[in-house]
């Protein structure tokens, strides 16, 4: 069991490195169309893109600014109406601690699918990932306000705040 | 301000001292290896001729490609593998290109699945385009389409496989055997659920092998252009503020689509039409872009879409009486019709009053009939959506949907090797130094109407294109030819005039009456006076642009800034669109006129061509439209130009002559 535990670790750890897809049970049913088999995913395994590394020197402002950039500018409309409006709602609030987990999790993957299912919860979230800023994620997708989620805010928020 | 002056003055002292470098805050950045030094032979020199409050970095390549979707990669990996020093701009990290979205597969006549013949693939597409495409471009996507998904298999692409160890192909819209006689025909390959993120990443891992530069998040500009001839991009690195100028020989434009004119579509917010703005303000045309396909099913509201695959699986779109009504409008496709036959009759349907909801605006999608299990096996994701975007639970209720434009088959008008080309005496005339491929390219093999699963395709094969021209007519390590010193200091001033903008309108305003009217004058269904009094609105909406008020004054990561060049971009896509189809006075593929209901080609195809009298080139309507916009005062001016309707070789693959269509 315990063995089992550090095997589980090791493994997520190596995942670390390159993104590799953990050997935890992350297997791609999802997929509509037809009777396509499973998903063997060789290229993220044959193919590790270089690994993200996170930015030390970076001033925390200018962070902000620059994850405000990359929450609006995703690679699908789901994405781009979730993570805006997440960072309008959390972006300016986030301390240090979380602005790295948050920077992380929407750079480091390299299919944004990923990010929107982990989100919505029909794939578990890989360890590396969780954390306070998943978790907040987590509860915003829910919606449990039933707030109208048509499109993507636009930056006028930005403006009354910094009056 | 004054802070601002002094930081910009800062930062152009800072950039001046490492001359070989890159400005002291991109050192720092972790994803050096972009960089690659700008290239194996370039010295980045930094020049004050431009602007002393805009540092210049200028980099020399062999070619430069604008856009790291499926085709700006696999141009920019053609090439690096060719031994081209290539620079790849994009304002996105590539594995996040709107190319990722895309779900569906690459159609290639592989025959695994039954017999097949590339010819019958071709066929497809031409009248899939309803003859509007150019039959050369498709002979040559279609013949290639085997070879381009066995060479991407080489890459590393895991295509799902059958149980014999052979691609797995499945069925598409509008795909037929035996030139439509044979029935449907199963020829799109897939990697389970996401070929497009696959296709990045394979694409983009692979070319950071042969020492690609990528400059991520950088947002270009315009295109260095000198008597006629393309010399490369300018850009500005969103990073640290600074601008940068990439000189080459070879220019490849593959910045995607522009769905973000309208209120609602598919796309994401990327989507914005930069490749298309930039060629129309270097004072060439845009082909086709009244074509702007529709997708029947985009959630209401949001426009998420959701894919034709639902109703492969058997879900049925009902009005408000209940009733399947596709069973009228195409009696043997039904629900799975071409997807201009579907929206249409969607359109139809809600005019007539059967549409659903309480401004009865819209129809639902139905999958509650299917079993739970099918639903939560085969379509999870679409519940996701359904209820995150629409409230609805999938098991239990109707998804409210409505035709929502998807994708732009108009685009930079090329030949079919990828260059880009004007028209003028009635004849083709190459711009050199200019390529384009992908979404924002016009080859054109969608012509009126694209097919599911051909876009993809037409990333590769003219992604390849691009790359395969360019090292046939050039050499690596080619002298550049000289530019002016001050070159792009329109695009900085305009730049910068946008930054410190201060009128009565914000971007979000204007963008907002943008899509607005093209949404409600420019849909799915048009008609004369409707597109006529969107005309006159949007060329009111264009001149407000002098308005614009931006509220950011900084000059890194400024979100409003980006977003206030993309939305002068988006403003000429649409000018054009509006423009373009008030025009065109007839329907054909995805164009559809209330007033001209029949295509006019230049005979009457739905009758006997004996005795018939060809009409002459500007009484009928198979033809290219060709839009420019004078940027200053917003006027679109419209030429056409000719189909071509011969195939690469006659006696190989012969051309389609064209047909009345029905499905």
């Known amino acids: ?77 789901e994405n781009c109406i979730l993570l805006s409006l997440f960072a309008k709602r959390y972006l300016n609030t986030m301390t240090e601690s979380q602005l790295l987990q948050y920077d992380r999790l929407i750079n480091e993957p390299s299919n944004d699918w990923d990010i929107y299912y982990w989100a919505t919860e029909a794939h578990p979230t890989p360890e590396v990932y969780q954390g306070e800023v998943m978790d907040m994620l987590k509860e915003f997708t829910k919606n449990r306000n039933h707030e109208q989620r048509l499109d993507a805010p636009s930056l006028e928020y930005l403006e009354k705040e910094s009056q | 301000m004054a802070s601002v002056r002094a930081a910009s003055r800062l930062l152009s002292r800072r950039a001046i001292s490492n001359i070989k470098a890159v400005p002291a805050a991109a050192v720092q950045n972790s994803r050096n290896f972009h960089f690659s030094i700008y290239g194996k032979k370039n010295n980045a020199k930094v020049s004050d001729d431009i602007s002393t409050q805009y540092p210049v970095v200028d980099h020399e390549f062999d070619a430069v490609v604008v856009g ?56 497809d597409t031409v009248k899939g385009s309803d003859w509007l495409g150019d039959q050369d471009a498709i002979h040559y996507m279609t013949e290639q389409a085997p070879a381009a998904v066995v060479e991407l298999e080489n890459f590393g692409m895991p295509f799902s496989r059958t149980e014999d160890g052979k691609i797995y192909q499945r069925a598409f819209g509008g795909q037929s055997l035996k030139y439509g006689k044979g029935g449907q025909a199963h020829r799109c ?37 000198e008597d006629g001839q393309c010399k490369g991009v300018i850009a500005l690195c969103m990073e640290d503020g600074s601008i940068h100028r990439f000189r080459s020989q ?71 009486e209940g009733e399947r009504f596709m069973e009228r409008y195409a009696p043997n496709a039904k629900d799975l019709a071409s997807r201009d036959v579907v929206s249409r009759s969607m359109t139809i349907e809600i005019r007539e009053g059967r549409g659903v909801g309480p401004e009865k605006d819209h129809v639902y999608l139905q999958l509650h009939h299917l079993p739970p299990q ?31 434009v998807h994708y732009n088959m108009g685009g930079i008008p090329t030949n079919y090797k990828g260059q880009v080309i004007d028209y003028t005496d009635g004849k083709d005339k190459v711009v050199p130094g200019l390529y384009a491929c992908g979404e924002a390219a016009c080859a054109s093999v969608h012509g009126a109407n694209r097919l599911g699963a051909n876009s993809l395709l037409d990333l590769v094969v003219f992604g390849r294109a691009c790359a395969l ?17 001050n070159a792009g200091e329109e695009s900085v001033a305009n730049m910068d005039k946008l930054r410190f903008a201060s009128g009565s309108l914000r971007t979000s305003e204007i963008r907002l009456n943008m899509q607005k009217t093209m949404q409600n004058h420019a849909a799915v269904f048009r008609t004369g006076s409707v597109l006529k009094e969107g005309c006159d609105k949007m060329d009111d909406i264009y001149q407000t642009l002098d308005q614009i008020k931006t509220f950011d004054r900084g000059i890194v990561w400024n979100t409003d800034l980006v977003e206030s060049l993309e939305l002068q971009n988006l403003m000429l896509n649409a000018v054009q669109t509006i423009h373009s189809a008030e025009q065109r006075k007839e329907s054909r593929g995805a164009h559809a006129r209330e007033d001209f209901k029949v295509r006019v080609d230049e005979f009457d195809y739905s009758k006997p061509l004996q005795g018939q009298e060809k009409k002459p080139f ?46």
């Open chain 2, 618 to 663: 500007d009484q009928h309507w198979r033809k290219h439209t060709l839009s420019y916009v004078d940027r200053k005062t917003g006027k679109v001016t419209l030429k056409y130009r000719p189909v071509i309707d011969t195939s690469l070789d006659e006696e190989d693959c012969a051309h389609v002559p064209p047909a009345i269509r029905s499905y």
């Open chain 2, 189 to 225: 390959c897939c990697v389970a659920d996401r070929t497009g993120h696959s296709l990045l990443h394979t694409l983009y891992g692979r070319s950071l092998r042969y020492d690609t530069s990528y400059f991520v998040e950088y947002f270009a500009l315009d295109l260095l252009m």
């Open chain 2, 469 to 485: 021209t360019i090292a046939s007519e050039h050499k690596p390590g080619e002298k550049l030819s000289p530019l002016k010193p």
């Open chain 1, 1 to 77: 069991m315990l063995s089992g535990l550090v095997a589980k670790r090791l493994v997520t750890g190596l995942c670390q490195a390159s993104w590799r897809p953990a050997i935890t049970g992350m297997v791609s049913s999802r997929g509509y169309r037809g009777d396509a088999p499973d998903d063997n995913k060789f290229d993220l395994i044959e193919i590790p893109l270089p690994p993200w590394l996170e930015k030390p020197d970076e001033p925390i402002n200018i962070k902000r600014r620059r994850l405000l950039y990359e929450s609006r500018k995703r690679g699908m409309l």
């Open chain 2, 68 to 123: 790291a979707g499926g085709a700006g990669l696999r141009a920019a990996f053609g090439l690096s593998e060719a031994g081209f020093n290539t620079a790849c701009v994009t304002k996105l990290f590539p594995t996040r290109s709107h190319t990722v979205a895309a779900q569906g597969g690459i159609n290639a006549a592989l025959g695994n699945m039954e017999d097949d013949d590339w010819r019958w693939h071709f066929y």
């Open chain 2, 374 to 404: 099918q639903l939560a096996a085969r379509l999870p994701g679409i519940s996701e959506t359904a209820m995150i975007f629409a409230g609805v639970d999938v098991t239990k209720e109707p998804i409210p949907v409505l035709p929502t």
């Open chain 2, 250 to 320: 070879n220019t490849v434009i593959a910045t995607g689509g522009y769905g973000r004119t309208y209120f609602s579509c598919t796309s994401a917010h990327t989507s914005t039409g930069d490749g298309n703005a930039m060629v129309t303000r270097a004072g060439l045309p845009c082909q086709d872009l009244e074509f702007v396909q529709f997708h029947p099913t985009g959630i209401y509201g949001a426009g998420c879409l959701i894919t034709e695959g639902c109703r492969g699986e058997g879900g049925i779109l009902i009005n408000s």
